[in-house]
């Protein structure tokens, strides 16, 4: 079924216009008193191995369940629906193993999987052990590693190119391409001035790849070239506490058409990062839960079906809701997604925001007055006061649901007039982030005007002075960070979305080139940096009822948790390798962590159990439980 209907001049109420069933209900990753699929991991039968991670996937099913093993190397299933399963375990650094089992109704089933070492595991590692392992003992390599990293992350891992080995004239085509290269495809022959946002649906953006890409060309295929010597790699820690007691269930999502599903999905560590899907580059970006538990997706991708989707949670159906765009045929596309008090959903959609009414799945279009900005864009949130926030052109705009009324918040410098991130704060300000100026702005709802913020932490400088004068001149002459729509530098910071503490006074900062998280104080304004636990890039950062802030990290397929008060940090690893989430939503009602995967086709759900939960579960677990062992 593929309609819509005008209900009054801007609003249309979407119809479904397909729908998807996962074909059974997944299951729901809680606390059970006995467990379904038991089992201990082991490096060749003999050394108990913890944090590794076991993955279960029903046949005919498209979700996958997957647990961590504990300090004993064993895990412990949710109740998992009676059939048959292929089970797998993998860590990095060791070859995949797997088992087809049978589970049945009741009673527990017992699998156990032997890990062998492998000599060259170099396709199963994240960006940040790439990171970690390019040379950077010279002021040279220093620099080098520094231009890479800054130029070469942005749209995904350094895994998707380092796991291969190019020479010189290879790596030089990559960056020709990276060249043309947009969020969306490729302009080809059309060159426009840096900063041209307009044309091509994409941020164009090849200066600095222009400026460095014969001498980076020539580093990459020193040290990763078909004869350059095998890097030293340094492997991150294997989930142990907290880390490795979530259980995540992840839901393969459908592309264009309801049959399709993306063959590269990054299950297989041993295969490499997940390299895209289908040419269907952002398939699923934002995601939201609402009061029911239910997901909501946006598709920031043009398409034909879909403006926004919903996973029924409890039963697994995916349905697909379509706003039709201007030309009659093909949906509009959605990028950011929120959720105000009263638990409606707003989204951004061709400039106008959207209403989703979860109870009756209905959809409004309002649209704001010309003279503010492009409309709404991007980014969308509510703040403390049931207000709706949007980014827009040089600024953001505020719409009041109630009163139908707008307000338009124009930066402090306009720079290139690229607003990405948008969060409402407890007191009904707004906060957005100029992505390729290294700044942040607070539109005070009280006066009217606009405060900003120029994000440089402590490392920074330190990064920065890797540049040489003519660097720097370059960068300089072209309006990096400021006027020129480039952060692409070394020393950059680069905010991207940000979120606000709705029951606090803080707002937090996602600075993802300078791999640190900023708290900014709403009312006295003070900011202060907590580097990441590893060289990690924060993309999307949310707080949750308990203060605690959550980011999703882009490049590594991991996801980290940071408590301000304790400033500790918990890293958790997601199942696909190459995932490139580029959002995180918190449900406060259930307690879960949702993860939209990009480049998989896929949404990870995070439920999370105590250590006496767990306990509980090995005591119930008998030693002699029937299954093979």
């Known amino acids: 079924m593929r309609s819509h209907r005008v209900l009054a001049a801007g609003i249309v109420l979407a119809l479904p216009v397909f729908g998807f069933s996962l074909a059974a209900a997944p299951p729901q990753g809680g ?3 006995q467990p379904s699929l038991t089992g201990t991991i082991r490096q060749a039968g003999v050394q108990a191995l913890e944090g590794v991670a076991v993955s279960a996937r029903a046949v005919g099913r498209t979700f996958t369940t997957t647990v961590f093993t504990d300090e004993q190397g064993r895990y412990f299933f949710p109740k998992l629906e009676g059939g048959q399963y292929r089970v797998w375990a993998q860590a ?3 070859a995949t193993s797997s088992a087809d089992v049978t589970i049945a109704p009741s009673g527990a089933v017992a699998q156990s999987l032997n890990l062998q070492p492998v000599a060259d595991f170099s396709a199963q590692l994240s960006g940040a052990e790439w990171l970690d392992a390019l040379p950077g003992t010279t002021r040279e390599d220093r620099r080098m590693k520094e231009i890479f990293r800054v130029n070469c992350t942005e749209c995904h891992s350094p895994s998707v190119a380092l796991h291969n080995r190019f020479d010189e004239q290879g790596w030089l085509a990559i960056l020709d391409l990276m060249e043309q290269a947009t969020y969306v495809g490729w302009r080809g022959a059309e060159r426009p001035a840096p900063g041209d946002y307009e044309r091509g649906g994409g941020i164009y953006r090849d200066t600095t790849i222009a400026f460095h890409k014969r001498e980076l060309a020539a580093w990459l295929a020193k040290v990763r070239g078909p004869g350059s010597p095998q890097l030293s ?11 490795a007691r979530v259980v995540i269930t992840e839901y393969d999502l459908p592309l264009d058409r309801a049959e399709e599903l993306a063959w590269s999905h990054g299950s297989d560590w041993s295969e490499g990062p997940a390299s895209g899907n289908h040419g269907s580059m952002g398939m ?8 029911s538990g239910n997901a909501w997706l946006t598709q920031s991708a043009g398409n034909v079906n879909r403006t926004v989707s919903k996973l029924t949670t409890a039963t697994g159906q ?7 765009g201007p030309d009659g045929t093909r949906a509009r596309s959605s990028h950011g997604i929120g959720r105000d008090q009263k638990g409606i959903l707003w989204f951004d959609t061709n400039g106008s925001l959207g209403r ?22 991007v980014t969308v949130d509510s703040d403390g006061k049931g207000k709706i926030w949007s980014g827009t052109r040089y600024g953001s705009i505020w719409f009041d649901p109630e009163t139908k009324k707008w307000k338009h918040f124009q930066n402090a410098t306009p720079a290139d007039g690229f607003t990405y991130g948008m969060t409402g704060d407890a007191d009904g300000n707004g906060w957005w982030s100029q992505f390729n100026a290294d700044r942040v702005v607070k539109g005070d709802i009280k006066t009217g005007k606009s405060i900003e913020f120029i994000m440089q932490s402590p490392e920074s400088n330190a990064r920065r002075e890797v540049s040489t004068p003519a660097d720097r001149d370059f960068y300089e002459a072209a309006g990096a960070l400021n006027w020129g729509g480039i952060n692409s530098v070394p020393g950059a910071e680069a905010p991207r979305r940000l979120g606000a503490d709705k029951n606090g006074d803080t707002v937090w900062v996602p600075n993802y080139l300078g791999m ?6 709403i009312r006295t304004h003070q900011t202060k940096y907590y580097p990441l636990p590893l060289p990690g890039h924060p993309y999307f950062a949310v707080v949750d009822k308990n203060h605690q802030v959550w980011a999703n990290l882009m490049t590594d397929d991991r996801v980290v948790k940071f408590d301000p008060k304790q400033e500790r940090w918990t890293v958790y690893q997601l199942p696909s390798l190459g995932c490139e989430p580029r959002n995180i939503a918190v449900d406060d009602i259930r307690g879960d962590v949702w993860v939209p995967c990009c480049r998989t086709s896929r949404i990870a759900r995070m439920q999370f159990r105590t250590e006496r939960q767990l306990q509980a579960l090995a005591a119930s677990t008998s030693s002699t439980a029937p299954g093979r062992r």
């Open 31 to 33: 606390a059970d008193s």
């Open 516 to 521: 640190n998280l900023a708290s900014i104080n």
């Open 233 to 243: 790699f340094k492997v991150q820690p294997r989930p142990r506490g907290d880390a």
């Open 318 to 324: 995916i349905t697909g809701f379509k706003v039709v």
């Open 284 to 291: 699923v970006h934002d995601l939201i839960v609402d009061n």
């Open 356 to 377: 989703i009414d979860p109870s009756t799945e209905t959809i409004e279009l309002f649209t704001p007055p010309r003279g503010m900005g492009s409309g709404a864009s």
């Open 92 to 94: 990095v650094g060791f």
